[in-house]
């Protein structure tokens, strides 16, 4: 079985487990093993068929561009990504201003 490591705020969902071990051969089917252990699990990472835009997926340390289509192996290590929110659009103007 696959290591999935929960987001931390998606551990309500698992008891505060922070890794649990799922069946599947992809990560669609890691994230409905995932459902049927921890209801709500699909749909805080799922938007319709696909991974919702502020989640990305990495199988073995790599990022998968095709993400729920990605293979999991029997010893892989699964890591739903949330995006993280901040910063801002940097302003061209700030060095400029900083000269005057």
């Not at 749909?43 to 997926?57: A, C, E, P, Q, S």
Request: proline share 6%; no cysteine.
């Amino acid at each position: 079985m696959a290591t999935v490591f929960i987001p931390s705020l998606m551990q309500d969902l698992t008891g505060g487990q922070q890794t649990v071990d799922t069946p599947g051969s992809t990560v669609r089917d890691i994230i409905n093993a995932l459902e049927g252990e921890y209801p709500g699990m699909k749909t805080r990472l799922m938007d319709g068929f696909r991974l919702k835009g502020n989640i990305t997926v990495a199988v073995d340390g790599e990022v998968s561009p095709i993400g729920v289509l990605a293979e999991v192996g029997e010893t892989s290590e699964v890591h739903f990504l949330p995006a993280i929110a901040g910063g801002g659009a940097r302003d061209p103007n700030r060095d400029a201003k900083r000269s005057l």
